[in-house]
């Protein structure tokens, strides 16, 4: 009740929410309530497909998880919500291309937030230069995908399917470009000292 007024939501109103509870459990919070109460049209639609991306379980205890309020606030808490979420500019699926049906090897992949911990949620720990594993192949029954991190270098093993798809050019920030440059030319002369 403290980012309502009785009239209206405040800016603000889903910030102190998020700051208890986390991004994670807020949304996914109020997409079950949003799948659950599907049949209300004080909904905007826009709302209930976002609510369906995200994977809530068939189980009989998720009906515990329901926002009570007037659908007509939680719709207005949802976006400001979202707002929250477009706020920390993370890399989406609008931005990707698929993965399906390619080799990935090489490809600079956009890693889903759902496989970060929120403390690391930041454009910079989405993006992975992907260089080996099954995962790569289009048709291996392998998951594994060995990656770098453009953000700071680590190197990880994460499924196929942590991803949300490969990166289009057009979204590339200049900085991930230098650095996939600067992995590339590494990898070369390393390449290079073996063979030579």
């Not at 207005?76 to 707002?83: H, I």
């Not at 992949?109 to 949620?121: D, I, N, T």
Request: glycine share 10%; proline share 4%.
């Amino acid at each position: 009740r403290a980012g309502f007024d009785g009239m209206h939501l405040k800016a603000d109103c889903a910030r102190g929410v998020i700051a208890q509870y986390g991004f994670k459990r807020v949304g996914w919070v109020l997409a079950n309530t949003i799948q659950k109460k599907r049949w209300d049209g004080r909904f905007r639609p826009r709302h209930k497909e976002w609510a369906d991306t995200i994977f809530i379980p068939t189980c009989g205890r998720t009906g515990e998880y329901i926002v009570e309020s007037h659908p007509a606030v939680l719709d207005g808490f949802v976006e400001a919500f979202l707002d929250e979420v477009k706020g920390l500019s993370l890399f989406d699926a609008s931005q990707c291309d698929t993965l399906s049906g390619r080799s990935l090897e090489g490809e600079v992949l956009v890693l889903s937030p759902a496989a970060l911990k929120e403390s690391c949620w930041s454009p910079r720990n989405q993006l992975w230069l992907a260089e080996s594993g099954f995962g790569c192949s289009p048709h291996a029954s392998g998951r594994a995908i060995y990656a770098t991190c453009l953000g700071d270098g680590e190197w990880a093993r994460w499924n196929r399917g942590d991803f949300i798809g490969i990166l289009r050019d057009e979204y590339f920030p200049e900085w991930a470009k230098q650095t996939v440059d600067t992995l590339r030319k590494a990898e070369q002369e390393a390449h290079d000292g073996l063979s030579t």
